[in-house]
């Protein structure tokens, strides 16, 4: 079972800092997959559960959660939900979730559980989107421990940089022990103002740090991105023809072409 199926690929979603994206990119990036035909899970990590929220479930209306997978032993696919979007499950989070940083950590492998939840659904998709919390904790570790390839929002903002170089040393960290095959998918921009000159700066800033694993495609600030969640639904289904729609669907392509995908 430790075998993966070399056709489904794993992408955590991190940022310790909050409020840079990650939750936005998760959801519209896993949409987008699902639309150009890919089977996608996206699993949502954050207690705050608003990644569930974003695809209509609200924290606490799925009865079973990640919680329940991570510490009680619930089968992965007892717990996921197809939602309104095609080839889109999501495997919602909740407030519980937020007690698991503490539970985790008297468990065996405490780090690996997550690993071991997703070995059982890797043969179901192609994608495995995972949101993570704000934190460097035992969740986010989970996710870092389980996934293939991460992918780090940076919001377009003066103290941008902050952080992430802390976030790299945690991803040098992780690699040299619990996961040697984790690769640094690369640095997406989000919320740039293209009235702003700071964009640009932190363009270069990131390009210093990240080189070429700077994804060229931009996403802009966009209104109809901030109140897609509000209704339950993924930017692709709110707002086809919205700026931020057109920018999640450039990204994916960008990431399905950089995988031999498109
Ligand atoms: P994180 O998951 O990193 O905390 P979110 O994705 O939740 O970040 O984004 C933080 C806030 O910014 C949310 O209110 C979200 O709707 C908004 N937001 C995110 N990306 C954009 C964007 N490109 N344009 C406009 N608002 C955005
Ligand atoms: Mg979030």
Request: net charge neutral.
């Amino acid at each position: 079972m430790d075998q993966h199926p070399t056709s489904c690929r794993v992408i955590a979603v991190a940022n310790q800092k909050g409020g840079v994206g990650k939750t936005t990119t998760a959801v519209n990036l896993a949409a987008c997959l699902a639309a150009a035909g890919h089977a996608t899970l996206l699993v949502d990590m954050d207690p705050q559960a608003n990644a569930s929220l974003g695809l209509g479930f609200g924290a606490g209306r799925a009865e079973k959660q990640v919680y329940h997978v991570l510490l009680d032993g619930l089968p992965l696919a007892e717990a996921v939900i197809p939602t309104e979007v095609k080839n889109l499950d999501l495997l919602p989070s909740g407030i519980d979730l937020s007690g698991a940083e503490i539970e985790l950590t008297g468990m065996p492998d405490r780090e690996k559980v997550l690993r071991g939840a997703l070995n059982t659904a890797r043969g179901r998709y192609r994608f495995i989107i995972l949101d993570c919390p704000p934190s460097l904790g035992l969740v986010t570790l989970n996710a870092l421990t389980a996934t293939d390839t991460v992918l780090i929002p940076v919001q377009a903002e003066y103290y941008a940089m902050s952080g992430v170089a802390l976030l790299l040393n945690t991803l040098a960290l992780v690699q040299k022990g619990l996961n040697p095959e984790l690769r640094v998918e690369g640095a997406l921009l989000t919320m740039v103002d293209s009235r702003s000159a700071l964009s640009g700066q932190v363009v270069q800033q990131l390009r210093a740090m990240f080189r070429e694993r700077v994804f060229q495609t931009l996403i802009p600030r966009n209104v109809r991105l901030a109140e897609a969640p509000s209704h339950g639904k993924p930017i692709t289904v709110y707002d086809p023809r919205s700026k931020g729609a057109e920018a999640y669907s450039a990204f994916a392509a960008e990431l399905l072409a950089k995988f031999g995908l498109s």
